[in-house]
């Protein structure tokens, strides 16, 4: 696709239960951010895929949130055990090299109930 | 650690320009300074960057003074479509650098 595609754009679920937000990055971009925004909120850092590198984590709230990156693109944000301050757009970014300017999806809304 | 300094809102006349300034005082001489805004509900946009030299794309112009301690963008003639939070980044041109977003200024344009 020409931009970066985030699925699901909404998902409502219940406390504890575990969900999976994926992000399809632009083709031929090498680096992948997620980024989360609470309502009304600025954008809190997660976690950031450079390549073949490890990835910077250093963003990641606890250890319920994890990320993956399979084969250099397609990437999966898990959050398990959801807990009601979860609640948040979740945003993906992508760029051609860490260096260059980073396009954002339009997010996956998450709401915790 | 917050590498920039932005007023939390501004208020600008439709038709006018509208200049946000950002402070940067402990930039580093291998960091850009960036611009992207967010309108509500939506991912963030980029606008422009630039090293030390003015720019002007489409859709802003920036300007960085001669130190590099501080810059201002600006809309030359603001919308109501420009209603938006921006936000001003340092960064490295390193491939190993993330991108991390301060609160930004949230410019409201009234008609």
């Known amino acids: 696709g020409a931009g970066v595609s985030q699925s699901p754009s909404n998902k409502v679920t219940e406390k504890g239960k575990d969900v999976e937000l994926r992000c399809d990055p632009i083709?031929?971009?090498?680096?992948l951010y997620w980024y989360r925004q609470s309502l009304g909120q600025g954008l809190e850092f997660l976690i950031y895929?450079?390549?073949?590198?490890?990835?910077?984590k250093s963003g990641l709230p606890s250890d319920r949130f994890s990320a993956e990156r399979t084969g250099g693109s397609v990437s999966t944000l898990t959050i398990q055990r959801t807990q009601q301050e979860d609640s948040a757009v979740y945003l993906c970014?992508?760029?051609?090299?860490?260096?260059?300017?980073?396009?954002f999806g339009e997010g996956s809304w998450l709401t915790v109930v | 650690d917050a590498k920039t300094t932005q007023p939390t809102s501004m208020d600008c006349a439709e038709g006018r320009a509208a200049n946000l300034p950002c402070n940067h005082s402990?930039?580093?001489?291998?960091?850009?300074v960036y611009w992207y805004r967010q309108i509500h509900s939506q991912g963030p946009q980029y606008i422009i960057h630039?090293?030390?030299n003015n720019e002007t794309n489409e859709m802003a112009s920036l300007i960085i003074t001669e130190d590099r301690k501080s810059s201002t963008l600006i809309l030359p003639h603001a919308t109501l479509r420009d209603t938006a939070v921006y936000y001003c980044?340092?960064?490295?041109?390193?491939?190993?650098?993330?991108?991390?977003f301060g609160a930004g200024t949230r410019l409201t344009v009234k008609p």
């Open positions: 970014a992508s760029s051609f090299g860490g260096s260059n300017t980073i396009y």
């Open positions: 083709s031929g971009h090498t680096a």
């Open positions: 895929f450079q390549g073949n590198s490890a990835p910077d």
């Open positions: 402990t930039i580093s001489g291998n960091e850009y």
């Open positions: 630039g090293l030390k």
């Open positions: 980044i340092v960064r490295v041109e390193d491939n190993n650098n993330d991108m991390r």
